[in-house]
């Protein structure tokens, strides 16, 4: 900025038809609001004729009056394109519950991460039908409850749980960090664009029971990983991001379990770091990462 | 060696069912040919109770002596365990037909690094039912004969003049580099062992036609190739090399198929130096890959 | 587009001090020339204080028309501004001079790409002082022109033909693909922004003769290559692109040294890729890819 | 093996000049102390003339009986081959000292992966000059002391603590997990061959501080970690392992820093399991890992 005085960072998220004109008219908007913009992406779909575009935006710090005249500006272009859009200030931790099970390491990876401040996610609280993932929670303090899940009833007040706590808490991100249960429909259309899976993958997919049993008796050469969201086709979800790694005949079942865990810890943190940092829009059934 | 004698290389796999004193015993029979081990891998399958083992060794270059004096001091050996054991010549060339259709990609990567010499294979053949890959095989120097094929019939006449080719010619190794049409069964298992297919993989996986449309369409973040055995299973034979590519949802179809092409070309050339090299062994519905 | 007349696909790259309203700017000029932004990207960098950005822009396809209104309406937005800008129109092949030596795994690649279109370059010469790529060079149907370099003298007169044959050929990209010659400081400065070299990398740096024997003496376990611009100071240049392979004790030096080949091709091509497509901006001694 | 008494399993590794009849001279030891050849790498260096050999053996569980005999029969071997050789269980927790800084990631990644049961050690004590890493010991239940270093008296009472510790706690291994000071040329040759550093890589090399800054300033597009054995010439001690993580010009410093220690973590919490497995073995100024 031209002058000294102090700055925050915008960052601005929107999709709309495709059309002439729509970047001259946010760029106008973001002018006018007395904005400058240091980061942009932008892409246009092929598949689904909508156009998306992130931006930061630089504005001398009077967060309420630089929003306020944003909006003012905006407007009219929004009203003109039919504009989905969101303004969110640069690094705000966004309010994240986490479905745990019995497995750690999805959990420990993301809240050390928070904790070094490598992750802008704050968590309220852990929501697990199992006690392992307890310890870990209360040496990050992070707010702990269990519930098991022994038959559909409970299952059900799980879900009514899950449900009451994004509501109270002001959640904005749901991540199921090896969460093993199936979600209903009714949840999954609830967390409809809010709610991250992530599962194993392998090439060739594996369907069934003990998908690194399969891996290794098929001898594969390769495990990873997909980030997902979620939606009632399970594990079909939009894909927020994949990783693999290599492997040989050598590997035993519960090595590639550990190995593969470790990538679904670092592809889950992947995603979930790009979601807090409002890069992934929704295409249709798939996801535009900025 | 403790001479200076000039000395020949020999690569000696072998399996059997595992049990104690294997090593002692094939050691020893080099031993007694007069050979020295100077590599050596070995590898006992939990899930079959096989035992595999590759084995580098070094004589002096009288072959037929070491040769002769080997199979002679291992018959015992071989009797006792009932193993199944090859003797070949570090670095020569495999004897190698190739099945074209009207991809380039493969062939030029396999042709141009045999050229180079970094491919222990020698080629008497391509054939193609296509044109397309002509020109590059005379460049090479490689034989190369074409055959439409237009329906049943001509299908069957190809497949007859592949298992012709393959007596003639002395082939021990088939590469179906890109050759899109299905093989029969018959010819699957008389090929068995000894024919290598790539194909695109994706996680996760897309059944039917055009997969990089789909996986477009999915917003995969990697694209893959499989290297695989041919057998009658489509696609699903044991797995020799895989490797994956990053993208994104700027790609478009035409970029991610030749991306796709980029890893094909590097994980088939990968597949067929392990088999040349005799690294390739098999174990049920796995490879062992030394 | 809104119509349905045929369109023609524009790159427009630009530079300048970084400030605000200079996207509102440069998309009014597209907007007042008749143009739709299909894709962008712009970068901000705190480093020098310098501004970047690359747009995809659709315009009937009347190409003079478009070209002639967009810098009528750009002068101003360029003269504010001190913009560095150009615009091309996309897939247009970059006229691509290669200097090359024995080695043929980088030129191979290069014209293979070029042949199946997947690499928007036309190669009117390939200057060489060895005779290596010749028939590589005649298959592919590019002019192939032998200079033998054994002193000084020849050195010069080789730079000199390099010179006259970027000013008589229209030359816009200068590859030296293991072209394992020095360039003078006066060659680098007449290429500056223009010449890109490979050369390969490892962790750690070795300097000096035969790198991949001191990779093999030292154990590496990556082996790796980076394509860069050429300035003076030697295989130091701004960085365009760089991966790297895995390896193990087991790899001898020839090994590695084709492995090597392998990356350096692999990385060159991306290289090239990115340049021809108007993706790589320098900003000091650094460059921005988009 | 043939009978159903509990096993144990062993890991034989060994080391002596090459020569004809070791591999069956060992496995002779081996059949006669009643073992079973379960895996085995060897790897005959032409750089040094050395052969290297690591072998799992399965032995009826009665640990003693085995290792005696085997010692028994091994005797005229060893002896023979001026053999270099260790006899260990399978699995066995290596007794592992860390010294650490002011970094946590090392350090979390190690303690979290031991208590998980997926890295083969024990960590009796960790010894840094700050006190960052303290909670997270305390969490893992691992003995924490810390010792300032305010000048070359604390320095050379530290290292002094250092030669105590790894003396009285039996420590196999010492993990410098970011410990960022320079060892003295004393410790490091009393800890030669056991002490593995962590430190970050890049194409090219970096000297001095800030190397993530200058990396920054140069656009490198990978950055990289390497693990290796602690020698007096810094940061240039026989590598264990590497590898790198991909980045572009829009990393700020502090990102390319976070990215840093992921890969850091992996690359030595790789080395640090090669190396209680017993998978490393010393072939001068490099490397063997089995």
Chains 1, 2, 3, 4 share one sequence.
Request: net charge negative; glycine share 6%.
């Amino acid at each position: 900025m031209a002058n000294d005085l102090p700055t925050t960072q915008w960052v601005l998220t929107l999709s709309c038809i495709d059309g002439p004109g729509i970047v001259h008219a946010i760029s106008g908007a973001i002018v006018a609001a007395g904005g400058n913009i240091a980061e942009s992406q932008q892409f246009a779909s092929h598949d689904t004729g909508r156009f998306f575009m992130r931006l930061q935006v630089e504005a001398v710090a009077q967060p309420d009056t630089f929003e306020g005249r944003f909006e003012q500006a905006l407007a009219p272009v929004t009203e003109r394109y039919h504009m989905t859009w969101r303004l969110d200030t640069v690094g705000r931790p966004v309010r994240t519950l986490i479905l745990a099970s019995t497995a750690t390491h999805c959990v420990n990876d993301l809240l050390y991460r928070r904790r070094g401040g490598q992750l802008p996610i704050e968590v309220p609280l852990i929501l697990s039908n199992h006690e392992t993932v307890r310890d870990i929670a209360e040496f990050y303090d992070v707010p702990f409850e269990h519930r098991a899940i022994a038959g559909a009833d409970d299952k059900a007040a799980f879900e009514a749980r899950v449900l009451a706590a994004v509501d109270e808490l002001d959640i904005e991100l749901v991540v199921l960090a090896r969460y093993m249960q199936i979600l209903s429909p009714g949840l999954c259309e609830a967390l409809a664009g809010k709610a991250i899976n992530i599962h194993h993958s392998f090439l060739p997919g594996f369907k069934g029971a003990n998908p690194y049993k399969q891996a290794h008796q098929r001898g594969v050469k390769l495990i990873g990983a997909t980030a997902h969201f979620v939606t009632t086709d399970l594990d079909e979800g939009p894909i927020i991001e994949q990783d693999t790694i290599r492997v040989d005949h050598s590997y035993s079942v519960r090595e590639l379990t550990q190995l593969g865990q470790d990538v679904e810890a670092r592809v889950l943190r992947h995603a979930v770091r790009s979601f807090a940092e409002n890069r992934v829009l929704a295409d249709g059934d798939r996801t535009i990462i900025f």
